[in-house]
């Protein structure tokens, strides 16, 4: 007996070993959407599993446990599950290597990197805008909600949308533990009576728009984020009806209830990133005000967890928790190590969003935000027939077709993306020789590439495809006046949008610098939905996904409509044919523009023709930078 007992303990302590090792890829197999409402009240009286689970997690506890080991159990040794393995092993190692670089950190003089901050934040600090009131509404358990205006009878039970994977549930599903992204056999396993409907996205569209014509009457300007969410900017409502905040969107929240039988929650703060914190915080049927005032900001900010601030997804949750950062007030405490551990990216993004709780004031319809390419992809099922794989490749061509349609472009750029079993993922693109949109056009540039990669990867085989258009020429003409001049509205001038990203399925959208990391947070969480399909045997699919969908804003009713001026000349601009920049669009002040941007001109270019020649001498179209301070580019060309 002692021999056996003395045989076991060894595989025990193994196992063990490896389910300790785990720990993070349980928490990594958890899926998307762990911050969603309505899960705070599930029993929590359990000790967590781990102490960096306990640091994560401060609400339901047990059933994260519980989660977690029903989908490590149930993927356990499946492609998913290798490829997850992987990514968490990765993230392990790159902690691993940020940890190595703070303990160098913390043996130099860090006074240089403290000051950085510190003026950064003094520099942000004057780009505050607190006169502005920004809500954001979003729709409570929106497709769920739905199904339950013509099923009454599901409103007292566990009941979600999606089967494969679902894509919403309602609050009492959420109790047990289910939430969107989660495979469906899964959320059976945690709650057997749950009733799963298949998706209706026709009844969605519908009920949305009925919600976006009322949302006009509060803004007419305002910004759809998705189907079921929506920014306005209430500051000149609120003035017009002498109404404080509050009471104008109790006032917005009822009308839709009364007319749309749907239940929305708001948060009303100075900007969007506020707003959308807010909006979460009374879910489901209520509001949460965030006061215009510096000192209730930097209080609301301060104990909230950093994963709470939409652009904060998993992964970078991981990091910053590895150093000691779980709030948005410990920002503030390693303010010194940001830059050098992640990026100046990141570095802007914790001190500007996490740490002083800015966003943006600017609201405005999403059909005015210039888009720089059109795509879809879908994923299916493992694919490596030739002949299925090109009459996937002609489906995707004919679905690219109707969203450059809609947006009225073509593309001169084609770029084929493909995700192979292995979970592997490749792009390739091509320069098209002439503009194109049709189906048969993509169709046929398209096919070589990926012919090329069938060479390239032998015995390939396919779970997701996509197809994306860049380089768009536009269809729509542009607003010019008698002479010529391009017309262009105050918030066209390209002042308020400041980087590039990618949308979910590779379209790019100019973003301000918060949303760059919203963009990231939501790719990888629909990537992590589309991976949790693999999971579930129960049902074929052939999941797609698009870009943002661009519909115009519904018009405000006629009583409303005296609220938000129409664009009027002092909102219109000329474009300088000299310098390109935007001028008002006044002909005189138009006119002494153009006459200064020539003498300029002249100026320099006789400067040019009269200067000496000197090798040294920066070339025309380069700035005379110090050479300390040169760029990147100016220096390489100099070798």
């Avoid at 009322?214 to 017009?240: G, M, P, Q």
């Avoid at 410990?330 to 551990?341: F, G, I, K, P």
């Avoid at 066209?492 to 973003?511: H, I, M, Y």
């Amino acid at each position: 007996m002692d021999s056996e007992y003395q045989k076991t303990v060894p595989l025990e302590q193994e196992a063990t070993k490896e389910e300790t090792g785990h720990e993070t890829l349980k928490y990594q197999l958890l899926g998307p959407s762990l911050t969603k409402a309505g899960q705070d009240s599930v029993d929590q009286q359990k000790v967590l599993w781990l102490d960096f689970a306990a640091s994560l997690f401060t609400a339901a506890a047990n059933i994260y446990l519980q989660v977690s080991e029903i989908i490590y159990n149930a993927s356990k040794g499946s492609k998913y599950f290798i490829n997850e393995e992987t990514r968490d092993k990765n993230l392990s190692q790159k902690i691993e290597r940020i940890l190595a670089k703070k303990k160098q950190l913390d043996q130099i003089d860090l006074s240089h990197s403290l000051r950085k901050a510190d003026e950064l934040i003094a520099s942000l600090e004057l780009t505050r805008d607190l006169s502005q009131t920004v809500v954001h509404i979003d729709c409570d358990a929106f497709y769920a909600a739905v199904e339950e205006l013509d099923r009454p009878e599901l409103r007292n039970v566990p009941m979600a949308v999606g089967k494969g994977v679902l894509t919403t549930c309602n609050y009492h599903a959420r109790k047990f533990g289910c939430r969107s992204g989660m495979a469906g056999f899964i959320a059976m396993k945690l709650c057997p009576q749950l009733v799963c409907l298949e998706l209706n996205f026709e009844k969605y569209n519908a009920k949305a728009q009925d919600i976006r014509e009322i949302l006009a009457d509060y803004d007419a300007r305002f910004e759809s984020a998705s189907i079921d969410e929506a920014y306005l900017n209430i500051t000149a409502y609120c003035k017009h009806h002498e109404l404080e905040p509050e009471a104008a969107v109790t006032k917005l929240r009822a009308e839709i209830r009364e007319k749309t039988m749907i239940t929305v929650s708001a948060g009303i703060a100075p900007n969007t990133t506020l707003a959308k914190i807010a909006s979460n915080k009374n879910k489901p049927d209520g509001q949460f005000k965030v006061a215009n005032d510096r000192s209730s900001v930097m209080d609301f900010m301060r104990d909230l967890p950093v994963r709470k601030v939409n652009g904060v997804g998993r992964v970078f949750e991981r990091e910053l928790a590895a150093i000691g950062i779980k709030t948005c007030g410990d920002v503030y405490e390693l303010r010194a190590y940001l830059s050098t551990l992640f990026g100046e990216k990141a570095f802007h993004f914790l001190i500007r969003s996490c740490y002083l709780g800015i966003g943006r004031t600017i609201i405005q319809p999403a059909a005015e935000y210039e888009r720089k390419s059109v795509g879809t992809e879908s994923t299916f099922r493992e694919m490596g027939d030739k002949t299925q794989l090109r009459e996937k490749l002609r489906w995707t061509t004919q679905e690219l077709e109707k969203d450059m349609a809609r947006a009225q472009v073509k593309g001169r750029t084609l770029v084929l993306k493909v995700k192979l079993n292995t979970y592997e993922v490749f792009t390739r693109q091509v320069i098209l020789p002439k503009s194109v949109h049709l189906s048969d056009d993509l169709f046929k540039f398209s096919l070589p590439v990926l012919f090329k990669l069938e060479q390239e990867i032998p015995n390939m085989k396919l779970r997701l495809m996509g197809l994306r258009c860049t380089n768009l020429v536009h269809l729509k003409k542009e607003n010019r006046d008698f002479f010529g001049r391009t017309l262009l509205k105050a918030t066209e001038q390209g002042l308020k949008r400041k980087a590039t990203v990618l949308e979910q399925d590779g379209s790019e959208w100019e973003v301000w610098l918060e949303e760059e990391f919203e963009e990231a947070e939501r790719i990888e969480r629909q990537e992590e939905m589309e991976e949790m399909i693999s999971l579930s045997q129960e049902l074929e699919f052939n999941y797609r996904r698009h870009g943002k969908e661009i519909l115009p804003n519904p018009k405000p009713s006629s009583a409303a409509e005296i609220l938000f001026e129409k664009p009027g000349e002092s909102d219109q601009h000329w474009v300088c044919p000299i310098c390109s920049q935007a001028q008002r669009a006044d002909d005189t002040e138009f006119n002494a523009h153009i006459d200064l941007c020539l003498s300029r001109k002249t100026i320099k270019e006789v400067a040019r023709e009269t200067a000496p020649l000197n090798k040294s001498r920066p070339r025309s179209h380069e700035k005379s930078w110090p050479l300390a301070r040169q760029p990147q580019s100016s220096r390489t060309n100099s070798n």
